[in-house]
């Protein structure tokens, strides 16, 4: 069966098979989240919070952001996506009481961000891309294999590695450090993971 006719309650009636931002945000609200994107020309922002939190007078709305991703989207048809990070060390993180199920959600989450950076990149970003581009950093040598087949399972590939050498300076002062250059085309990626991120708001609901 489609799974999209299981998500139909979530999703807005549409000929295409691309997840919009709309529809993910209503999938996270009911989730018990809240995805707030935002936008600076070709900059971006997407912040994910944690609904059920009560933000404190000293932490505000940090205390519940359970992760963030930004970058910016450039002429060349390229976005560039600077940082995704997923945190550690809020409420919501010591409610999971056993540690696979919470290494389990730290991935759910950002593939939550990550889709939302995709549908602001192909709905709102005032500079047309096609792909993206993010680098799998390089700063021990397992992690980094981790990192590498992860993205590789959202769809990206490899375009080149990018080294501490003159070669690859460019890149450097570009990236920020060493690693793995790695691309998608922002349809490709959304049409591949956007229901799955769909369906794992739906399954967060039903547990709630």
Request: charged share 25%.
């Amino acid at each position: 069966m489609d799974p999209r006719r299981l998500l139909a309650p979530l999703l807005v009636a549409s000929a295409s098979a691309v997840v919009t931002l709309t529809e993910l945000q209503t999938a996270a609200s009911r989730a018990g989240y809240r995805l707030e994107p935002t936008g600076a020309g070709p900059f971006y922002r997407i912040n994910l919070y944690d609904a059920a939190a009560v933000p404190s007078a000293r932490g505000g709305a940090e205390g519940s952001l359970l992760g963030y991703s930004d970058g910016f989207t450039q002429p060349t048809g390229v976005a560039h996506l600077e940082s995704i990070q997923v945190r550690r060390f809020t409420g919501y993180w010591n409610r999971a009481s056993r540690r696979d199920k919470a290494a389990g959600e730290h991935r759910e989450l950002g593939l939550l961000i990550t889709v939302a950076v995709f549908c602001w990149i192909r709905e709102r970003s005032p500079l047309r891309c096609e792909s993206a581009q993010l680098l799998a950093i390089l700063d021990e040598t397992k992690q980094h294999a981790i990192l590498t087949r992860y993205y590789r399972t959202l769809g990206f590939s490899k375009v080149r590695d990018v080294g501490d050498g003159v070669r690859s300076l460019a890149d450097q002062l570009a990236w920020g450090g060493c690693g793995t250059l790695m691309q998608v085309g922002v349809d490709d990626f959304l049409e591949r993971n956007g229901l799955r991120a769909l369906a794992l708001c739906s399954a967060r609901e039903r547990q709630r």
